[in-house]
Nanobody, 125 residues
Framework: QVQLVESGGGLVQAGGSLRLSCAASERTFRNYAMGWFRQAPGKEREFVATIKWSGGGAYYANSVKGRFTISGDNAKNTVYLQMNSLKPEDTAIYFC??????????????????WGQGTQVTISS
């Protein structure tokens, strides 16, 4: 069973930056896309960003465009999320996810097959 392990969460002041990392436990794990979702207290889990390995392309939620950047290494099954200009409303548990099947909607959390345990990101005002 493939495991996704996140790291890099923490507490920063508004306007600061954090970089999240996620690595799959198996280097030979082949997946279509890897991405990030987040869940704030009392809210539904929401899409943040994702990257498609085949054909390329990165996708972002409107709320993070221009502030967050997703990148990764397909060969290493590793994905990163650089978060700049952080706001208190970015406070949430951030989850890494991966999808194996080709052609699914990478914006849809229900398309993802594997999930990490989550890492807490807290932004103070």
């Amino acid at each position: 069973q493939v495991q996704l392990v996140e790291s890099g969460g923490g507490l920063v002041q508004a306007g600061g930056s954090l970089r999240l990392s996620c690595a799959a436990s198996e280097r030979t794990f082949r997946n279509y896309a890897m991405g990030w979702f987040r869940q704030a207290p009392g809210k539904e889990r929401e899409f943040v960003a994702t990257i498609k390995w085949s054909g390329g392309g990165a996708y972002y939620a409107n709320s993070v465009k221009g502030r967050f950047t997703i990148s990764g290494d397909n060969a290493k099954n590793t994905v990163y999320l650089q978060m700049n200009s952080l706001k208190p409303e970015d406070t949430a548990i951030y989850f890494c996810a991966a999808v194996e099947r080709l052609g699914v909607s990478v914006l849809d959390q229900y398309a993802y097959d594997y999930w990490g345990q989550g890492t807490q990101v807290t932004i103070s005002s």
